[in-house]
């Protein structure tokens, strides 16, 4: 009982700040961007929520179970990722203003500003569904309700959050959920720590980070498709476009940085006691080892990291939003976004309805988002010379390269699979840099 109240006072109090935040929005400025006033707690805060969100959280702690150590290259790759952008940090800030398709305007003209507009909303789609199919595990891991009725649930609370509070209602509530997350992930490593039998934990060493289930080659192509999304992320972006600065946005990268490696540790380590086979073995874990109030707030911690993804939602909205318009500096792009908001929540949630699995459906939407756009995207960022005519062949060839080869990595032949992603980036860097004409060059 303790735990349903917990959890009714945590959705209760999330809308409640969604509902406040509505009152502060005064231009669209605020709703997309938080009026590009956030300081360094709150752009930390929120960009670890949003990287943590259940899928992260969930999905390293299965892949702990399934592969031991190596699981904690998930994190640790983010880690990477995040670390890769700090040089581009200032360019960003400097182009940019809301959205990722419009720096890719900027660079390359209106049709791969089009294509990416298209792209990346139906890929974030997928993203926010595995927000939603991670918060509809942890309520049904409860006991109480279903798995198919958790998925509606939360995908409402999602798409209102979303809806009425802006950017605005994420970065209020970003600090604290991350806190809460935080504090609830130390005490349940301290628990497990000094209070379980560790003669089955694997004892860490570096010769551990590789294993039969997850080999070097298995690294690079995690760090090309979801290292990769770090630097060239929408939502990343986002965060980048509320800091107030410069300075603020490269420091909040960097604490976030560290502390995802800190994070991947605990994760990893609390995998090994997540005691079923399924992705809420860690919620039984928590339930039959700490008190009733004490699992409440971690299941709450966890919850609170799936909310504040709602910034995944709100950027899709916001590209569709500004290819519908043409400009998101205006009321009537405004209320386009927030029906788009709709309209992609409701069909993430029908995605959750169907299909249940965490690390595979984001692996799969990052893979065709980082084959498609990050060669294209580093390249405008740094300024290099390249094919302009080709850019949305790039965009569309890679993109559709490198799903073909997740799909034969997971399918078929692993082996095959990982050539044809490595491939994609390559193709790509040749379709782009070779030859380069002068009268088509940026």
Request: hydrophobic letters at 55%; a positive charge.
């Amino acid at each position: 009982m303790q735990v349903k109240i917990i959890i009714a006072i945590y959705f209760l109090a999330v809308l409640v700040v969604g509902v406040y935040s509505y009152f502060k929005i005064k231009t669209p400025n605020d709703y997309y961007i938080s009026g590009k006033r956030a300081g360094l707690i709150s752009v930390t805060g929120s960009m670890l929520a949003t990287i943590l969100g259940g899928s992260a959280i969930l999905g390293t702690v299965e892949l702990s179970r399934n592969q031991g150590w190596p699981a904690i290259w998930f994190l640790c790759s983010a880690a990477f990722g995040l670390f890769m952008l700090i040089p581009l940090i200032k360019n960003i800030n400097r182009i940019g203003h809301f959205t990722m398709p419009e720096l890719l305007g900027t660079f390359y003209g209106r049709k791969a500003k089009l294509i990416a507009s298209v792209i990346i909303p139906v890929a974030w789609v997928g993203i926010v569904a595995v927000q939603i199919i991670a918060a509809a595990k942890i309520l049904a891991g409860l006991g109480f309700i279903g798995y198919n009725h958790s998925a509606i649930l939360a995908g409402l609370v999602f798409i209102i959050f979303t809806l009425v509070g802006g950017q605005i209602g994420i970065l209020r509530t970003d600090t604290l959920q991350s806190a809460i997350l935080l504090a609830g992930l130390f005490v349940v490593f301290l628990f497990s720590f000094f209070n379980r039998d560790l003669k089955s934990v694997e004892t860490f060493h570096f010769d551990a980070l590789f294993n039969n289930s997850f080999k070097p080659v298995d690294l690079i192509i995690l760090v090309l498709t979801y290292s990769t999304t770090f630097v060239i992320g929408p939502d990343i972006y986002s965060r980048v476009f509320c800091a107030r600065n410069e300075k603020v946005a490269s420091n909040s990268i960097i604490i976030t940085a560290f502390l995802l490696i800190a994070i991947a540790f605990a994760l990893t380590w609390l995998g090994f006691f997540s005691e079923t086979n399924e992705n809420n073995g860690i919620i039984s874990f928590t339930a039959l080892n700490l008190p009733a109030w004490i699992h409440g707030l971690f299941i709450a911690a966890l919850l609170s990291a799936i909310i504040s993804s709602g910034t995944t939602l709100l950027n899709a909205a916001m590209i569709l939003s500004e290819l519908s318009t043409g400009n998101l500096a205006n009321k009537k792009a405004l209320k386009i976004t927030q029906m788009y908001i709709i309209i992609i929540g409701v069909a993430s949630i029908v995605i959750a309805l169907f299909i249940t699995s965490i690390i595979q459906t984001l692996l799969f939407a990052l893979t065709v988002f980082s084959g498609a756009f990050f060669v294209p995207t580093l390249a405008g960022l740094l300024n290099l010379k390249v094919n302009k005519q080709r850019v949305v062949s790039v965009i569309i060839t890679g993109g559709l390269v490198a799903l073909t080869g997740k799909i034969i990595q997971n399918f078929n032949n692993p082996t095959i699979g990982n050539i044809i992603i490595i491939s994609s980036y390559l193709l790509s860097a040749v379709l782009l840099f070779f030859p380069v004409s002068k009268n088509k060059i940026i």
